[in-house]
């Protein structure tokens, strides 16, 4: 039986069904279909109101720890708990901030109230749809497993006796890569029908502090929403499969083939509503560029020749200024943890290690523009020439290994002018936010165009200028959309997933650490701001 339908309170005049309204002059508890009858009187006044604003309200004070024969009637914030009017006057909460406890009782039930709609109305319908989930995949699980072996079969009858040893290995192989599959989500499922027990229990407990009025229990009540509001990542098995090689002279236990490993990856998914858990104030005019260092460091770069290395309490680490005077083009920190920036009018790219700058790359005819780290600890740089070409070239150490610039008709990948931040993504594309083709332009590892992104396909007639971009662990593509203060994130093949707003203002530079949280550079606030969105 549902505890929710355990001791409801009825109508007074049917005296069946559940009451929803009463009117106040003549304190009569009505249903909703008694109300019209009730009204029905026109000699007398009435005033219908719903019950759970008007019901009867009778505290229960509890008793003082230190003086049992008093009441605690006021509640100290500052110590977070009940107190009488003795321990008042003894003076041992003596500047601290009080207030009536039935005041305090009104608005902590309001919080529990507020908090119970959540998890009955939007975090536990959430659970359900991803424990629904896991089942249906594991029912799929248990269909393509059957057509792996079923292959196994086919391939057993090719071969006969001979092959008989080798079938029922591949299939054992199948059974035990399958048991695995299923114990994976078999583990997922149940911590998911755990955290929803919690919840239900959660919910009782809420509604029985909202049904007593009992003051203790309702001053030691302490929200658990954000804990469940933090849901369980999503957990993507890639199912292996059985593919022969073509009969030939090679053993037979090549030739029937192999089953892949179980291959499992976490996918996080997008939060509703991303939020700001830190602001970083970096003393710049105007921001430019963030690069991680860390979870809680970060790298900035402003409109003077000074980069900084700053904390999440915006605390000022380490700062360098360029080796020319002028302001740098644009920074990256190394797999290593050092610093790269790009100089473009000394038309050098240059590494700090323990405070020494060093100069890694001279270039002739060409300007460096942006720079990034790729997974291989190689170097991407945009750079432009001086007739107004731009390419991106690819750097291990100072050694240049590939140029990319064309597409395979030979026309430009990338247009003569603006920014063109940059980042490499897991699946080892290059993505760049072109300002300039107002499009972010991504190529494969090899430099063939894979596609252009030239805003959300509804936004026909606003203005598009992306600026910076970065990439995350699910392969995520985000970009600084300037003019109407936002981010795009994209999937790895260019569509469109949703907008981060978080009240940005001007964001230009983008960076990711590796917890997946979002620093975003705003220009005019010269604020860095992390954002949680995954």
């Not at 790269?340 to 038309?347: A, K, L």
Request: proline content about 4%.
């Amino acid at each position: 039986m549902d505890p929710r339908a355990q001791d409801v309170l009825l109508c007074d005049l049917c005296e069946t069904d559940p009451l929803q309204y009463c009117c106040e002059h003549y304190d009569i508890n009505l249903c909703t279909d008694c109300v019209s009858k009730h009204l029905s009187n026109y000699s007398k006044k009435h005033k219908i109101a719903p019950y759970h604003l008007h019901r009867k309200f009778t505290p229960k004070y509890s008793k003082c720890l230190k003086h049992a024969e008093k009441d605690c009637e006021m509640y100290c914030e500052s110590c977070h708990i009940p107190v009488c009017t003795t321990c008042i006057s003894s003076g041992k909460h003596k500047g601290h901030d009080l207030s009536d406890i039935l005041e305090k009782l009104g608005s902590k039930k309001q919080r529990i109230q507020k908090d119970l709609e959540e998890l009955e109305n939007k975090i536990y319908p959430r659970y359900t749809e991803i424990s629904s989930a896991v089942q249906t995949e594991k029912a799929q699980v248990e269909t393509n497993y059957g057509k792996l072996a079923t292959t196994a079969d086919q391939q057993g009858e090719v071969w006969h006796r001979e092959v008989t040893a080798i079938v029922n290995k591949r299939k054992a192989d199948i059974v035990e890569t399958k048991t695995k599959h299923i114990s994976i989500l078999d583990k997922q499922a149940d911590e998911i029908t755990h955290r929803m027990t919690e919840i239900n229990q959660v919910i009782l407990e809420m509604k029985n502090i909202l049904d007593t009025n009992d003051i203790s229990l309702t001053s030691t009540y302490k929200s658990r929403n954000d804990e469940f509001n933090k849901l369980p990542p999503t957990i993507k098995v890639t199912l292996p499969n059985l593919s022969p090689p073509t009969i030939n002279t090679k053993t037979l236990n090549e030739i029937f083939g192999s089953l892949t490993s179980l291959s499992v990856t976490t996918v996080k998914p997008l939060l509703d509503e991303p939020r700001v858990t830190a602001t970083i104030d970096t003393g710049y005019n105007r921001l430019l560029s963030v690069s991680c260092l860390s979870e809680d460091q970060v790298w900035t770069r402003g409109d003077n020749n000074t980069m900084k290395l700053l904390n999440l309490q915006s605390k000022l680490l380490t700062s360098i200024q360029t080796k020319s005077g002028r302001r740098p083009g644009d920074i990256a920190v190394t797999r290593d943890g050092y610093l790269v920036y790009t100089d473009y009018h000394g038309n050098t790219i240059n590494l700090i290690k323990n405070k020494q700058i060093q100069t890694v790359i001279t270039l002739q005819g060409w300007r460096p523009l942006y720079v990034c780290c790729t997974a291989g600890n190689d170097l991407l740089v945009t750079m432009v020439s001086d007739d107004k070409q731009s390419k991106v070239v690819r750097y291990s150490g100072s050694t240049e290994k590939h140029s990319i610039q064309f597409d395979d008709q030979g026309r430009p990948l990338y247009s003569s002018g603006g920014c063109k931040y940059l980042s490499e993504n897991r699946n080892l594309d290059i993505c760049v936010a072109d300002y300039g083709a107002s499009a972010v332009v991504v190529v494969n590892l090899s430099g063939k165009l894979r596609f252009r992104y030239t805003g959300h396909p509804s936004n026909t007639g606003e203005l598009f200028h992306p600026v910076g971009i970065t990439t995350d662990s699910q392969s995520h593509i985000l970009t600084a959309d300037y003019y109407n203060n936002r981010i795009h994130i994209l999937d790895q093949d260019g569509q469109f997933l949703r907008y981060i707003h978080c009240d940005l203002d001007s964001p230009l530079g983008l960076c990711v650490d590796i917890r997946d949280n979002l620093f975003v550079a705003e220009w005019r606030t010269a604020k860095v701001k992390k954002i949680q969105y995954l």
